[in-house]
């Protein structure tokens, strides 16, 4: 049972360095399941242009001071402090009406989702302050004019306005890439679960990890502050349709080029392939996929299956298999033993579910569940926001309208019909644009046919089969390294993906000039950047290696006599390096070449310094390119340039990235590559 509750907690907001209670009394919140109080929420009298100013002025410069490897190191501090601490999380979020199931994916998945940006962020991004992005462009022959294109931080705020049904998910998926980027936050949750969210964030405010005013908290609605943001700041929306057009369209947001993300209704299918019939795996997959969509979190998922779309022929044994499994789910009071499935989040979220499913019966029929009975393995039904799974069948989608249109936001889902796999691809396009997709099929050329298909309409597509069921993490789970987000209907916006979903807190600049100006700018060295010449760099550690530090090598002589032994040693007997009159046939060469891996590794003679030194080990090359034939007689050198040194936070070494250029005696280049290395900090190392 729920813990009892003395009296209803009163929420604070977060703002201007201090917790702030509204100026009025506020709604009162009621727990889920049982309709206790639980908190009262208001946001009455704060000056709400005043906390974006505050995050703008003081939180920005202290975030922007720091490398991306400085705030990966913030956020993976933070996220593990709050891992020590999930069980508060847990107990309040039963208040929600989420089981413990449905609890893990907003508490440990969110928390999770942090501490995977940090250490995407250590991994994949320099230790630097800004960000380049794609080839240096040469704009002059002569390599005095280039360009390049980079990414900072937007020197506003980002505004995340949040849903209710992830109240920890929402907000960490969405703070951890703005705050990587280096931009503070405000957080709006949604005021039906904001009590989960405030709790966090006065976790988070304690731990002291955070500069102030890097993250805000509205506890309540966000007044006027839309109307007083600017063209640096970003505002990210997570909720319905309908307001989320309404904020799209405020002047402010409209005025000044305002960055807006939408994440908003969605109609997500799932397709069964023809070929996954009763009896095989991918039948029972996809059975357990939709009734497990359905009743996880009480079908309050944004990517939850809404339409199920089924070969003709398997439509009866379908919604038989699920009828029965969805029969099962024993619905209660989320902390009790034995409860599969929770309350929604409120009286009126369930009401709005029932006036849903009532549209939906204009195209669809009932054929599992009834909403207005609710039968119960706990709690009660006139003070908890439950109801059964409920389960529509509509036998001519292509006529109808609602099940395309209709978003009810719980536990029902609509089966309908398809009598070829376009008709199923078209189905599923319907929902003008979702955030998820998915098809269950062992068949290559169905999973080829629907995903090019479908993939236009949907943010992500999950293909379902035998050999990924033990593995897959299922229709519904965004990941942070994947894109989230949809076109048309589903709002049109991208959260997450990995590193794109830091840059989408950043601006992209295409920076031009001489090339020791983008080197200077850019803190990487570019060809046509002066190099500086002297003690071997592997002699260096990065205590006094510098962007730039080159070494121009002797030159070697290649000969027929090391192509061959190269040819036997190696066993690559290529004829383009062996037979003279088949390579003199071959388009590309006049005559026997060297070996392109043979260049790459007479380079690494020509270039290395042998003794033991700072340079600890080689871990690889990037971008390696073989751009000239080179013929028996021809020599080459190397010129070796320090390009980028990323020195590791919690190490004694750091990575260097050498440009490597290897050009015969006409000055072609012959090779063009990348050296990746690991150096030490101190040399000798100390200690
Ligand atoms: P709303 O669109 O009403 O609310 C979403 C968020 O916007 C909440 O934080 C809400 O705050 C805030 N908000 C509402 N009005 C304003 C405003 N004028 N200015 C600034 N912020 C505002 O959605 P609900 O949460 O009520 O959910 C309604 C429906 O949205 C669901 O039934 C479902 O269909 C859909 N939905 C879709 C989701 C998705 O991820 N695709 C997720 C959740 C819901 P407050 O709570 O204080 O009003």
Not at 321 to 344: C, I
């Amino acid at each position: 049972m729920n813990a009892p509750l003395k009296a209803p907690r009163r929420l604070e907001s977060y703002v201007l360095g201090q917790w702030t209670p509204g100026a009025k009394d506020g709604q009162t919140i009621l727990d889920a399941g049982t309709g206790q109080p639980v908190a009262t929420i208001d946001s009455s009298g704060i000056d709400f242009a005043e906390v974006l100013n505050y995050g703008r002025s003081v939180a920005g410069p202290a975030l922007r001071k720091l490398s991306f490897h400085d705030r990966a190191g913030m956020l993976k501090a933070l996220g593990l402090k709050l891992m020590e601490q999930k069980e508060e999380f847990y107990a309040e979020s039963f208040r929600t009406g989420a089981t413990r199931p449905d609890g893990w994916v907003d508490i440990e998945g969110g928390i999770g989702t942090m501490l995977t940006f940090a250490s995407k962020g250590r991994r994949e991004l320099p230790n630097t302050r800004v960000l380049t992005e794609g080839p240096v462009e040469g704009l002059s022959r002569d390599n005095s004019f280039s360009a390049q294109h980079i990414l900072t931080p937007l020197q506003g705020v980002a505004i995340h306005i949040n849903a209710y049904n992830f109240p920890i998910w929402g907000m960490l998926e969405k703070i951890a890439p703005t705050l990587l980027a280096g931009v503070p936050c405000i957080v709006k949750p949604a005021s039906q679960t904001a009590y989960l969210t405030e709790l966090m964030v006065k976790r988070i405010i304690e731990t002291g990890i955070l500069p102030e005013g890097a993250l805000q908290l509205i506890s309540g609605s966000v007044g006027d502050m839309l109307s007083h943001v600017e063209g640096q700041d970003v505002v990210t929306f997570t909720g319905s349709a309908t307001t989320g057009r309404k904020l799209k369209t405020l002047p402010a947001i409209v005025n000044n080029s305002v960055r807006f993300n939408m994440e908003a209704d969605s109609l997500n299918a799932s397709i069964l392939g023809a070929d996954a019939v009763p009896g095989t795996p991918e039948f029972e997959l996809f059975v357990k996929e939709v009734a497990r969509e359905m009743t996880a979190k009480a079908g309050q998922k944004c990517t939850a299956i809404r339409r199920v779309i089924a070969p003709r022929a398997l439509t009866e044994a379908l919604i038989a298999a699920l009828g029965e499994r969805l029969a099962k789910t024993a619905v209660g009071l989320p902390d009790a033993e034995g409860t599969r499935m929770g309350a929604l989040a409120s009286y009126d979220q369930r009401d709005e579910v029932r006036a849903r499913i009532k549209d939906l019966q204009a195209d669809a029929e009932i054929v599992a569940g009834d909403p207005d009975d609710v039968r119960l393995t706990s709690g009660d039904a006139q003070s908890g926001a439950f109801m059964n799974p409920v389960l529509l069948y509509c036998d001519k989608p292509f006529a109808a309208g609602a099940v395309h249109e209709v978003e009810a936001f719980g536990p029902v889902s609509t089966v309908m019909p398809y009598d070829s796999l376009e008709e199923a691809v078209e189905l599923a396009n319907k929902g003008k644009g979702s955030l998820a997709a998915s098809v269950f099929t062992n068949d290559a050329h169905v999973a080829e046919e629907v995903v090019l298909g479908i993939a236009p309409y949907h943010g992500r597509v999950l293909i379902g089969n035998r050999v990924s069921a033990k593995t897959s993490t299922g229709h519904g789970s965004p990941l942070a390294g994947l894109v989230h987000g949809g076109p048309g209907r589903a709002g049109g916006g991208e959260e997450m993906g990995g590193i794109r979903g830091v840059t989408h807190y950043m601006q992209r600049t295409a920076v031009q000039g001489a090339p020791n100006m983008l080197s200077a700018v850019t803190g990487r060295w570019v060809e046509g950047a002066d190099g500086h010449q002297g003690t071997h760099p592997f002699r260096k550690s990065l205590a006094e290696l510098r962007i730039g530090d080159q070494l121009v090598t002797a030159s070697r002589v290649v000969t027929k006599e090391d192509v061959e032994h190269f040819a036997e040693f190696t066993g690559d007997t290529f004829y383009a390096h062996m037979d003279s009159a088949a390579a003199k046939a071959n388009p590309f060469f006049d005559d026997r070449v060297a070996h392109g891996y043979l260049i790459a590794s007479f380079a690494a003679g020509l270039f290395v310094e042998p003794n033991p030194g700072p340079v600890l080990a080689n871990y690889g090359v990037d971008n390696l390119r073989f751009l000239t034939p080179v013929y028996f007689g021809d020599s080459l050198q190397v010129r070796l340039t320090c390009k980028e040194i990323n020195p590791r936070a919690n190490a004694d070494h750091g990575e260097v990235r050498w440009d490597c250029q290897v050009t015969n005696q006409k000055g072609e280049v012959v090779a063009q590559y990348d050296v990746l290395t690991m150096v030490a900090k101190e040399w000798p190392a100390k200690g």
